[in-house]
């Protein structure tokens, strides 16, 4: 099944699999520059991670583009089976992304929770430690932000392929019941992501003036920073990918047929005219 998910997800998954090991590779060195006693960023640790998970968003916009932009030259039936089946091929992108980049952000947690106390800086100060324990739980609460996100990714790709295959009155039912579904993935990430927060954060308090220098402060804002670009250029694609397609919802759900009301409407030369509530057009007969 895996070999077959990474296959019909097409040439983006091998990119990301590609870069997955270099990621980590960098987080490694990370680790072993801490180890030395050097300061390492916090948006080092996070940012091969981030940028896995942008590739695969990236990788499931296009994808969905492309899937729209084909729709133009199907019939209507057609077209509702094609963007039920490209919707759900293209979220492969995001679910490999947000798993492998979960995945590596709680290798990047764990990897920042070993890595003190290290040796002393060059100066001879000792590594802090409250920064670093609220940056292993902020980097933790991240990973299940992500993993939590793929999950339900995978939920609603599996409600969208479901649909391709199912009779016309159950596709919003199945839809609507899978993505219900989904969405439990999520809810169960975030609660997850708020302990680890608090666990990193009732770590740091004992050290909480290590936490108000400038280092720790600067690092705090790079991170907001980059997870908030990250979060707001994904929720801008997906607004932008919400946008009605090219195949209404009729059509979509299975109602093929389509009723014109006509008007036979007598006229004084003796011909009869012939209106439609379809349009402004008439035709005259004899």
Not at 162 to 173: G, V, W
Request: include cysteine; charge should be negative.
């Amino acid at each position: 099944m895996l070999p077959d998910f990474i296959s019909d997800g097409g040439p983006p998954m091998y990119v990301l699999l590609a870069e997955a090991p270099l990621v980590l590779a960098g987080l490694a060195a990370c680790f072993l520059l801490a180890r030395k006693g050097f300061h390492v960023p916090g948006v080092a640790w996070a940012l091969g991670p981030v940028f896995l998970m942008a590739t695969g968003v990236v990788g499931m916009f296009i994808d969905i583009a492309e899937t729209r932009a084909a729709l133009a030259l199907l019939s209507p039936i057609e077209a509702a089976v094609v963007l039920t089946a490209g919707l759900s091929v293209a979220m492969y992108k995001d679910i490999l992304g947000s798993g492998l980049g979960g995945v590596l952000l709680g290798v990047a947690a764990v990897g920042v929770a070993l890595s003190g106390p290290g040796r002393p800086a060059a100066d001879g100060t000792p590594t802090p430690a409250g920064p670093r324990r609220l940056l292993a739980g902020f980097l933790a609460a991240a990973a299940l932000i992500a993993l939590g996100r793929a999950v339900t990714t995978i939920g609603m790709a599996d409600a969208y392929e479901a649909t391709t295959t199912a009779y016309p009155e159950s596709k919003q039912a199945i839809l609507a019941d899978g993505i219900a579904r989904a969405l439990r993935g999520k809810i169960i990430g975030a609660a997850a992501a708020f302990l680890a927060l608090t666990a990193g954060i009732a770590a740091a308090v004992p050290r909480w003036r290590e936490l108000f220098r400038p280092r720790p402060v600067i690092g705090a804002i790079a991170l907001v920073l980059l997870f908030g670009t990250q979060f707001a250029a994904r929720g801008a694609l997906v607004l932008r990918l919400q946008a009605p397609p090219p195949v209404s919802q009729n059509e979509f759900f299975g109602a093929e047929d389509r009723f014109i009301e006509l008007t036979i409407q007598p006229m004084p030369d003796g011909t009869t005219r012939i209106l439609s509530d379809d349009d402004d057009d008439s035709a005259t007969t004899p």
